[in-house]
């Protein structure tokens, strides 16, 4: 539990540091005047504004030291409700790194005023006016990273969460701080709106989630994951009760990954969101929601290798998720819904694996690679989604970033963050070397292996033995021609970046650790599809999910 | 004397050209930068050339290219890039990709030469030198991944190169190519994931998936792709983007306007080997893993290089542009290369490899010359100006062999290639050779008539017509640089056409040793006589 109480620590000190001051509190009756350091007009360290954003930077980074460190640890039980093993560190330290990423990445993004700028009663004569205004955006700072360390605290318990009970809350602590983390971004009205709709409509998505919790709970009078996993298995013919309470439960977590038709409202989040906040929605509040399936689909009603009743609906919803995400991304003139769609279409592509874990014909060891590949492309989601909206964070520094034009030209401006650009759509598109070809390919591979050897060798031409094959194989090919659909608008940013006249020559901001955070990101989108890195964490992965699979 | 010479030769040119886009980055003033760079750039190629050369005389891994039972030379112990996914580093080279590595090392410093003096020097010669170390990857390399990975990277510096040096269309250009070549590899792509879905489980361990991107490996497993009928379909696929390579029609329209718009040296390297890539590519991978559907697609084949051969013929007549006119004749070309592997003859495919090799020294002669021609007489007009062999008379010298060689003639490179196909295909098919027979009239047509147009026919003896471009400058020869790779280019014309036999034995035992190996028997079970 260390990385979590780092992040205590590190929330605590949040609220206490900027309020560290000079206040003294003299004894009474004494001229004795002790320090009580809270209150007072404080020192110039702790009111520095720029504090809160270095706390959550070193509180997240010290988080995931100790996480990637305690990766191998032996499970233990905390309270009957948790458990920390390897699977459940594994993407702590991926929420870790996402929320790292997002921290540093937020230095510059919101307006951060140092005290040296405040003005002398003299100056002028709304003077009070502008020192209010600075101090609050200073104390929006502290707000901010409050919010986004009980992200991360939500997250990495929900990874631990043996109850269906914790699972949800911790994904409620999560989800409450991702709204109000929406509409954080309150220069521009499209942030309140976005952040309103986002909580409207999933906290409806979580009432039905938690009344199917509900029916569940009805239906075996427990909801450990282990007992529901029992009770399943000795379930005779299918309880209505389970049915729904699973059916329900799937459209709280559906809307969590942004599958069609649950979805609607993540586009219009994520493009009224700060782009840090919306690569955070897109990739670790998405797996959030894989992981939440990982552990109600497939470990409760999956557990003997028989067809699950959820897998051609899982199926359907994969290829209309998406081909509509795709399709309307196809459409976007905006870089963000773009990316927001893409979003979508990559959560289909993973729902589509799932649905082959649940058809009963793929053995555990299958089930096991496949769930491999689906955790391994949420890792690797991280690097080039994140990144990509990065760039587009370091677009709107100068108020930019909501329409393709503000991309034209960036290739002259600034080359190198045009490149890193070109790398993350690449990766999201799949292209060879890049680690989102290798984290397809396994997906592929997954569904292809299970599902091809069905087809019959004897057949001579091509529709009959289309006949023969199950249909789980057209996952695959929905994968591939959805891919090869996507391309058109991943390449379209890159030809934009490089061929079209930039509106203004002047070159982007500088903001050190935003393009640090890039530039990391582009390194290891290419270091995770080859060479030794790849292969470390593809190993990880894999144990992890041994891990969970045959405990 | 170096182990892995293939290795050396890929990596050292893409290093050195990242480290040369890089480094200017950091210091160094743009002038001295730009002489600097193309120094070490052209050192590197010329190093090379030199290995490639020591390689062909026996000096570096003594390696008997005749040999077709050999297999694979100068081969490294694979080590794993990947190995969850069964991805190795494998390099190795025999007669069919030797020459094209060959002539890949020759012809980056030879196009280096003729542009010696490109604007944003900086960047122009370590990105052809970057180019390099991708095309000689796509040669070497006997790992399908990593050989996708290569095919892909020839894209980015071509594209930069028309993109950035190019003529006044370059971004139409510069983007047609791209779409066109990169939608082709896509679907090309998934042919290759169908085939590296049916590895068999024994041939990798290790890896996750249980499959492995072993070529060779593939290659023998696609008869584990259920239904002939998938097997087409994965053959189609491969064929789709190799054809759109090579390029054959009607997937061709991307090449004229790439070399209309591209550099010298882009054309130079485009035509000479980035086209070849697409020959290559069909004969390591479509034919040697689906002999029965090559076979059963002979029609096909002998449809496409038809087609490519008259219709760009044809074409070519009607070209007023020097280079949209060279770039047409390279599509009719490469027709003869399809008909070559049509006929399913020893003769007819060595001529076909043999076409590979020579059409990839002449069409950079041509290239060259047509860029010099626009570079001193600022057009590319046909007929725009007459006489020049009196204003520029090595220039007119350059021109006159490098189409006297595309056209061929006798006792020049291009010649030998088209009458052993020729020879071949009258052996298969009969007296359906007319029709390619009577199409080299055509080219001999249009070469001979833009011959007079342009190099001899002049109103007036003493000066002939200038274009309006020259604003009545008198126009200069060709620069030394410019000559000395033509010089080159020409001389290498010349021997080829003289002494085949240095390249002509080891592609007719390959081609006598592959016919043998993998289609003897597909042509047996599908009834076309050997």
């Known amino acids: ?551 | 004397m170096i182990s892995d010479p293939l290795t050396v030769i890929t990596i050292v040119p893409l290093a050195v050209s990242l480290a040369l886009l890089i480094l200017p980055k950091i210091s160094g003033s743009a002038e001295g930068l730009a002489r600097a760079s193309r120094a070490i750039s052209m050192g590197v190629s010329l190093a090379m050339l030199a290995i490639t050369t020591m390689i062909f005389f026996g000096e570096i891994g003594n390696v008997d290219w005749t040999d077709y039972n050999s297999g694979y030379s100068l081969t490294n112990d694979a080590f794993s890039l990947i190995p969850s996914i069964g991805v190795q580093w494998k390099v190795g080279a025999d007669a069919l990709s030797f020459p094209m590595i060959w002539l890949t090392t020759l012809l980056i410093p030879i196009s280096m030469l003729v542009e010696w003096d490109a604007k944003k020097g900086h960047l122009f010669h370590p990105l052809i030198l970057m180019m390099e170390g991708a095309l000689i990857g796509v040669f070497v390399s006997l790992d399908m991944f990593v050989f996708y990975a290569f095919w892909e990277l020839t894209l980015v510096p071509m594209f930069f190169l028309i993109m950035v040096w190019g003529g006044e269309d370059r971004k139409y250009a510069s983007m047609k190519f791209f779409i066109y070549t990169f939608t082709a590899s896509v679907i090309m792509l998934v042919g290759i994931l169908v085939m590296y879905f049916y590895t068999p489980d024994v041939a990798s361990s290790g890896t996750i998936t249980g499959h492995t991107f072993d070529m060779s490996v593939m290659i023998a497993s696609s008869d584990y792709i259920p239904s002939e009928g998938l097997r087409h379909l994965v053959w189609l696929l491969l064929l789709i983007g190799f054809a759109t390579k090579m390029p054959s029609v009607p997937v061709h329209t991307w090449l004229p306007d790439a070399h209309v718009q591209a550099p010298t040296a882009g054309s130079m390297l485009l035509a000479g080997v980035m086209l070849k890539m697409g020959a290559y590519g069909f004969l390591r991978i479509a034919v040697s893993a689906f002999p029965e559907s090559t076979v059963a697609f002979i029609p096909l084949l002998i449809f496409l290089g038809m087609a490519s051969l008259v219709y760009g013929a044809w074409v070519c007549m009607g070209q007023t542009n020097l280079k949209r006119m060279v770039a047409y004749s390279s599509v009719s070309h490469m027709g003869l290369i399809f008909l070559g592997i049509a006929t399913m003859q020893p003769l007819g495919i060595a001529g076909a490899l043999f076409m590979m090799f020579a059409h990839g020294i002449i069409s950079p002669l041509l290239f060259a010359v047509a860029g010099a021609f626009k570079h001193h007489y600022h057009t590319l007009e046909i007929g725009s100006m007459r006489g020049i062999a009196h204003h520029s008379p090595w220039l007119a010298a350059h021109m006159m062999l490098g189409w006297m060689a595309s056209l061929g003639l006798p006792l020049l490179a291009g010649f030998v290639a088209e009458v052993t196909i020729l020879i071949a295909f009258w052996m298969s098919f009969g007296w359906l050779v007319l029709l390619p027979t009577l199409t080299l009239i055509i080219t001999a047509v249009y070469y001979l008539t833009s011959m007079q147009k342009t190099i001899f026919e002049s109103n007036d003896p003493h000066h002939g017509i200038l274009p309006d471009t020259l604003h009545g400058e008198d126009p200069r020869d060709i620069s030394w640089h410019e000559n000395s790779g033509m010089i080159i280019l020409g001389a290498l014309t010349i021997l080829f056409g003289i002494l085949p036999f240095i390249f002509w034995d080891m592609m007719s035992e390959w081609s006598s040793g592959f016919l043998i190996d993998t289609l003897v028997e597909a042509m047996q079970s599908e009834g076309v006589k050997p």
């Not at chain 1, 060879?432 to 087809?455: D, E, Q, R």
């Open chain 1, 1 to 551: 539990m260390m990385p979590e109480l780092i992040m205590l620590l590190g929330l605590i000190a949040i609220v206490v540091v900027p309020n560290l001051g000079d206040a003294k509190f003299r004894l009474p009756l004494t001229s004795v005047r002790v320090p009580v350091l809270l209150g007072g007009s404080r020192f110039d360290l702790t009111n520095d504004p720029r504090m809160p954003n270095r706390i959550s930077n070193l509180t997240f980074s010290l988080a995931l030291l100790s996480s990637l460190l305690l990766i191998s640890e032996s499970p233990s039980e905390v309270g009957g409700i948790l458990v920390v093993d390897s699977f459940s560190r594994l993407f702590s330290t991926m929420f870790l790194a996402a929320l790292l990423l997002v921290s540093i990445a937020t230095t510059h993004r919101l307006p951060a005023k140092t005290n040296a700028h405040i003005p002398k009663e003299s100056d002028s004569e709304n003077v009070f006016d502008r020192k209010i205004s600075i101090l609050i955006d200073n104390r929006r700072q502290v707000d901010f990273y409050i919010l986004l360390i009980m992200v991360g605290l939500g997250m990495t318990m929900m990874t631990m969460a043996t109850n269906l009970f914790m699972l949800i809350v911790c994904i409620e602590l999560a989800s409450l701080s991702t709204y109000v983390l929406v509409a954080f971004h309150k220069e521009d009205g499209t942030g309140g709106e976005a952040g309103a709709k986002y909580f409207i409509v999933g906290s409806v998505a979580s009432a039905i989630g938690i009344y199917g919790m509900s029916l569940l709970y009805l239906w075996s009078g427990s909801l450990d994951l282990e007992i529901l996993r029992q009770s399943w298995l000795s379930m005779e013919g299918i309880d209505p009760f389970a049915a729904f309470g699973i059916g329900m439960m799937l459209v709280a977590f559906g809307f969590k990954v942004s599958a069609a038709p649950f979805h609607l409202a993540a586009p219009d989040a994520y493009s009224g969101a700060a782009s840090q906040v919306s690569g955070l929605l897109a990739t670790a509040s998405k797996a959030m929601g894989f992981l939440a399936l990982f552990r109600v689909l497939v470990m409760i009603t999956v557990p003997d290798g028989s067809e699950a009743i959820w897998m051609i609906a899982l199926g359907i919803f994969a290829i209309v998720t998406m081909t509509w995400g795709n399709l309307a991304a196809l459409t976007s003139e905006n870089p963000k819904r773009m990316l927001a769609y893409s979003s979508v279409a990559h959560a289909g592509y993973m729902l589509a694996a799932i649905a082959v874990v649940g058809s009963g014909i793929s053995s555990v060891d299958q089930n096991a690679i496949i769930l491999t590949a689906v955790s391994f492309h949420l890792f690797v989601l991280v690097l080039f989604k994140l990144g990509a909206f990065l760039v587009l964070a370091l677009l709107e520094t100068e108020g930019k970033g909501h329409e393709i034009e503000h991309l034209y030209g960036l290739g002259r401006r600034d080359p190198l963050i045009a490149g890193s650009m070109f790398l993350f759509v690449l990766s999201l598109a799949g292209v060879p070397p890049l680690s989102g070809f290798l984290s397809k390919l396994l997906m592929i591979n997954g569904i292809v292996s299970t599902s091809a050897s069905t087809g019959s060798s004897s057949s001579v031409d091509i529709v009959s033995w289309a006949e023969s094959v199950d249909p789980l194989f057209w996952l695959a090919a929905a994968i591939v021609l959805n891919s090869a659909l996507s391309l058109f608008y991943y390449l379209r940013i890159g030809l934009v970046m490089f061929f079209e006249e930039p509106s203004t020559e002047k070159s982007l901001k500088a903001a050190p650790s935003l393009r640090m955070a890039i530039f990391a990101c582009a390194l290891l989108t290419v270091l995770c599809g080859i060479g030794p890195v790849s292969e470390w964490l593809l190993d990880t992965v894999s144990s992890a999910i041994d891990s969970l699979m045959y405990e």
